[in-house]
């Protein structure tokens, strides 16, 4: 038989079955996208620069790409909220794949300015001495190169600079927006692993001390498999238990409220087992995201061994992220199961307050420090979580937005502090940097008072409004273990204002390097920031209540 008739018989039978003849195009919303398209368009554009630009000119075009991709897509995120799509014209789009709604609005901009002001941390080259006649930065030379080998000291000498980092953070940033608005579990699961790659890789750049950042990363990278290897194990559970991946439709099977129930579906729903351990799976892998006990063991190591930069936006851009798709997946997709996930996630916020509270006054790394009173703060936001009331969404929403430019702006202070041998963040050297440059301990101060929650600070409005859900969500006992856990946590805060204004200064100590306008910028974003978030919050709350409503 001829080919052509063996096409003409081919073409026949299909026309005559006719089921998948025709397949309908997805429809995307490319204008409620646009947000995150930029940010990917953007690092896609890096990566462009990084193959075709010449080195002399990388860092300049990266920067303007990056600052123009940030500053776009915050725009873009702007004019969607004042379109109403955070409020009335809050919709599921992408075929159902992402929810554009108030959350996931306040969210991409919350992490959007954090990005922005990261972003300056990440360019700054005026702290450590110039090598060779070159400026350096926070990175390594060459990161394929072993540490201290020949090719490194030649890459060193040759003024060698990473500057992919530029779109290794667009990617992490494209990831995080999408995490928070994935409206099914794929998209979640995809949406992960786009913005965990890029900080596994970031956190093994740093110039000095290569081998503690190489061990942090690796750290990370097998940590993190783990607990998304959780999270898929999770969805594949929780799939076979409602036969979609779609949050709203697990959401009406898990209440008994889907209507189309075909005998597959009717064998499985009755499977609590599947229900329970896949969504126990899932929230398992976005509590190791937000660092909370007693999946917190990462977090020292990679917060002290990462370059500060990246730990500074790590801390507070991931933090947003994976506590924005907490809550929509306890809302939108098991608030049917709210009386068998709120008694667990009781204890985790329990444990992680005073977990973290107490193991931070043991520290004597400044970086090792902050981020023990990181994970203290991730119990503070779980009992907003708890209270599963529109007031719990709107002021857990708000204090991740002032939490991250607290800490954004503490690490910038961080890499300010140094010695000889790079940041001096062992506390022992922090004696009397107050009488050597009051400026800088009053600024630092100034974030420790914001995570300590003194009033007039963003830390006190952002804990009285979750305690104060928690409690009219009917958590009061938690909100009695969160006062002491913050009474604990002021100790070693005030701890290290007392060592720095009332120590007398060591001979030998380390000096303060004078930043550029990068880092200043940085730093008073974050000072304006915890001051406007503490004394006037009203309006920010406000914001933050009309974006609290999720669409189902």
């Not at 040759?158 to 608005?181: K, Q, Y």
């Not at 190591?301 to 851009?317: E, H, K, L």
């Amino acid at each position: 038989m001829s080919a052509s008739a063996v096409h003409s018989l081919w073409t026949t039978a299909a026309t005559a079955a006719d089921p998948i003849s025709k397949i309908d195009a997805p429809k995307i919303e490319y204008g409620q996208l646009a947000p995150m398209l930029i940010v990917i368009g953007a690092a896609i554009a890096g990566v462009l620069v990084e193959a075709f630009v010449p080195r002399k000119s990388r860092y300049y075009a990266q920067m303007f790409v990056s600052v123009v991709g940030l500053a776009a897509a915050f725009a873009a995120v702007v004019a969607l909220a004042a379109d109403g799509y955070g409020t009335t014209k809050a919709r599921i789009a992408a075929m159902g794949a992402i929810a554009v709604d108030g959350p996931a609005l306040f969210l991409q901009g919350t992490i959007l300015l954090v990005a922005l002001v990261s972003l300056f941390t990440f360019a700054e080259r005026r702290l450590d001495p110039a090598a060779h006649g070159n400026r350096v930065d926070s990175f390594a030379a060459q990161a394929a190169s072993v540490p201290g080998s020949d090719s490194e000291k030649a890459a060193v000498k040759a003024g060698f600079t990473t500057t992919e980092v530029f779109p290794l953070l667009l990617f992490a940033v494209g990831g995080m927006l999408l995490f928070p608005a994935a409206n099914d579990l794929l998209t979640l699961f995809v949406a992960l692993e786009v913005f965990s790659l890029p900080l596994y890789l970031l956190c093994a750049l740093a110039r000095r001390k290569r081998l503690m950042s190489q061990e942090a990363a690796v750290k990370y990278f097998l940590l993190g498999a783990f607990a998304s290897a959780f999270t898929l194990f999770g969805i594949a559970l929780l799939y076979g238990y409602a036969g979609s991946m779609s949050y709203g439709t697990i959401a009406r099977v898990v209440d008994g409220t889907v209507t189309d129930v075909t005998p597959a579906l009717a064998n499985t729903m009755g499977n609590d087992a599947l229900l329970l351990t896949g969504a126990a799976l899932i929230v398992m892998g976005l509590l190791f995201k937000v660092g909370a006990v007693p999946f917190h063991m990462w977090t020292p190591d990679v917060y002290q061994g990462a370059p500060t930069p990246v730990t500074g936006f790590m801390a507070a851009a991931t933090k947003v992220a994976a506590f924005g798709a907490l809550l929509r997946i306890l809302y939108v997709v098991l608030p049917g199961l709210r009386w068998d996930w709120r008694p667990v996630m009781w204890g985790v916020a329990i444990v992680t307050m005073l977990g973290g509270a107490i193991v931070a006054i043991t520290q004597t790394d400044i970086k090792r420090l902050l981020a023990y009173s990181s994970i203290a703060h991730a119990g503070f936001i779980l009992a907003g979580v708890i209270a599963t009331t529109p007031d719990g969404v709107s002021s857990v929403l708000f204090y991740l937005g002032a939490y991250s430019f607290v800490t954004i702006g503490a690490f910038a202070v961080v890499t300010l502090v140094r010695d000889a041998g790079g940041e001096a963040t062992h506390l022992s050297k922090w004696a009397g940097l107050g009488r050597r440059s009051p400026l800088v301990a009053a600024v630092f101060a100034v974030f420790l008072l914001a995570f300590a929650g003194i009033p007039l600070t963003s830390g006190f409005a952002g804990k009285f409004a979750v305690f104060k859900a928690a409690a009219e969500g009917g958590a009061a006992p938690l909100v009695v273990v969160g006062v002491i856990s913050s009474a604990i946590a002021a100790f070693f805060y005030i701890r290290v204002i007392v060592l720095m204004f009332f120590s007398e200064p060591r001979p030998e100590g380390p000096t303060v390097a004078v930043p550029s306008p990068l880092t200043i910028t940085a730093i008073t974003a974050g000072v304006a920031v915890t001051l406007v978030l503490g004394v006037a919050p009203q309006y920010f709350l406000d914001l933050a209540g009309q974006a609290g409503v999720f669409v189902r």
